[in-house]
């Protein structure tokens, strides 16, 4: 085993929410100040006998900050086949490929308009050498992290960075805080970025890529506290100064605008530990000199309700899906305890939390390595993710960015591969659906939820986002998280004068419906009908369902 319980804090899981933890909504009064919808909850009314009807209130002349594309950021790490296998298959591979590089996946990727990718870890950031994954022939090492297997290097920077550009997506690179120097950090970053002729920057050429990188986000260590190196948050802001000091972007378009944003390890969780991490970061920050700065605090959040991840990922019930939403729920409480801490060193929110480790985490699949961190991903992860990515653009104004974990083949994956085989994942298609929020502007809403009680577990029974797009159109994304009910909307929309509605919706016949590779579309989206009826937007919604409908 690649991990034994004692090392269970290494990932971060000590923030795992006793499961009655309150939901993360609070009193209907909280709710609807935050929200700004407002939904009655009433009875059930023919012809759907079982159906709950729901009004609902949007006014879109408020605006809210804007849902940073960067929040529908992937996280891809060298570990299982999330690289191998999942992105790269070599450039003799019959599978078809571009210098290597799978063609589905890449085409898969485009449709989800990833905004960025964090590379090359996680835990294996800060055993990575960048040497190792340039020239030829690679040396070959090894993934102590991830069950020990022979690491290629393969895939290194030409590869990661030629895949993101056929994907369209910005390169988050984590540096090697826990076992390299300043100096190789600095060292790589030369190489990728500067446009002069250094001996560095030749290399680069001769290596096939003449002109700089563009780097958009700069990781300085990951979870520091535990497997980047196990150090006490004092320790760490020394690195951080280090790093944040020598570590350049030498890119000449990357210096007065789109500047490199650099990312300091954060919290792992909710406890003391983890509120002091925060506290000495951002107190130092508050008091940072022209030699160093940061543009973002990065914190890790997985749903896994204890350790080791036990849960099942396929063949579970009503129970276990209820648990696990009310589990992710917490991501709530977590976030805001944190960005009140940053509120009080950085109360004009210029470093943004970054919450670029979050999903679920179930039981590795029978039969596969279980360092290799492989599960089924269901329509319950497609209703973790959407309440995951409502929490976020909730709190838009200081969360600029997350990573969900991990792209392909490892945990809450987008697409799974087997050889030539590929299928989209349930929660694929909620990223699918959500492309319009990307940079959109947050409408401020109240709602009152109502609920569903599933044994002694309490859940909201609906979740909601609103947002206005670029051209002024109107979206709501509304979850139905009631497994058994139909769920009514009626919504009164002030601030547009709503003309027509289009919606799609994602559900599926069980909570734990999957898609394989045999039957690959038994959880797809497929339009709704959504009307407008006297100025108010009319839907209904499947029970557990995701739903995104635009209003013009
Ligand atoms: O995503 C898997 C691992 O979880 C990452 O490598 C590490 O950062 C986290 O603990």
């Not at 945990?411 to 990223?431: C, S």
């Amino acid at each position: 085993m690649f991990l034994s319980p004692t090392e269970s804090s290494t990932l971060g899981l000590n923030f795992v929410p006793p499961p009655m933890v309150p939901t993360h909504l609070g009193a209907p009064a909280i709710r609807a100040l935050l929200f700004g919808f407002i939904l009655v909850v009433s009875g059930a009314s023919a012809p759907l006998a079982n159906a709950q009807k729901v009004e609902l209130s949007v006014d879109a002349s408020k605006s809210g900050p804007k849902i940073d594309r960067n929040i529908f950021g992937q996280f891809a790490e060298h570990l299982g086949h999330g690289i191998y296998e999942g992105i790269w298959v070599g450039p003799d591979s019959t599978i078809p490929n571009t210098r290597g590089i799978r063609n589905d996946v890449v085409q898969a990727l485009r449709a989800i308009r990833v905004p960025n990718v964090r590379w090359p870890g996680g835990c294996f950031a800060d055993e990575y050498h960048w040497r190792n994954g340039i020239g030829n022939p690679r040396t070959v090492t090894l993934n102590p992290n991830w069950g020990g297997v022979i690491e290629p290097n393969s895939v290194g920077t030409h590869e990661f960075m030629d895949f993101l550009d056929q994907i369209g997506a910005e390169a988050y690179v984590s540096v090697n805080v826990g076992s390299g120097t300043p100096r190789e950090a600095a060292e790589w970053l030369e190489y990728l970025t500067t446009a002069q002729p250094t001996t560095l920057a030749k290399e680069r050429s001769a290596n096939g890529h003449p002109g700089p990188y563009k780097i958009g986000f700069l990781g300085i260590g990951n979870e520091s506290w535990d497997c980047g190196g196990n150090m006490t948050p004092d320790y760490y802001l020394s690195q951080l100064k280090i790093y944040s000091r020598f570590v350049r972007n030498f890119n000449p378009a990357q210096q007065d605008k789109q500047q490199m944003l650099k990312i300091a390890v954060g919290p792992g969780g909710g406890e003391t530990r983890w509120t002091e991490w925060t506290e000495t970061i951002m107190k130092a920050y508050q008091q940072h000199t022209w030699s160093w700065d940061i543009n973002g605090l990065s914190m890790h959040s997985y749903t896994v309700g204890k350790w080791p991840p036990s849960y099942a990922s396929e063949n579970f019930g009503e129970t276990e899906y209820s648990q696990f939403l009310k589990f992710t729920l917490a991501m709530d409480d977590l976030v805001t305890k944190h960005s009140a801490i940053m509120d009080k060193y950085d109360p004009e929110k210029k470093v943004a939390l970054v919450v670029d480790e979050w999903g679920a985490w179930y039981a590795p699949l029978p039969g596969s390595n279980p360092g290799f961190l492989v599960q089924q991903n269901s329509l319950r992860d497609a209703i973790l993710a959407a309440l995951n990515l409502n929490i976020f653009a909730r709190h838009a104004d200081r969360v600029r960015m997350a990573n969900i974990a991990q792209m392909i083949n490892v945990l809450q994956a987008m697409i799974l591969t087997d050889k030539e085989k590929m299928v989209l994942t349930p929660t694929y298609y909620v990223y699918k659906m959500y492309v319009p929020f990307q940079d959109s502007t947050f409408v401020p809403v109240t709602f009152d939820a109502g609920t569903h009680t599933h044994g002694d577990i309490t859940l909201p029974r609906v979740d909601a986002i609103a947002a206005k797009d670029a051209t002024g159109k109107l979206w709501l994304a509304i979850t139905n998280i009631d497994p058994d009910r139909v769920v009514e909307i009626e919504a009164n929309l002030a601030g547009i004068t709503a003309k027509s509605a289009m919606g799609e919706t994602l559900t599926a016949p069980k909570v734990d419906s999957v898609n394989t590779f045999g039957a690959p579309n038994t959880v797809m989206p497929k339009s709704v009908p959504a009307n407008i009826q006297g100025g108010k937007l009319v839907v209904k919604l499947d029970p557990k369902s995701v739903t995104v409908i635009s209003v013009e």
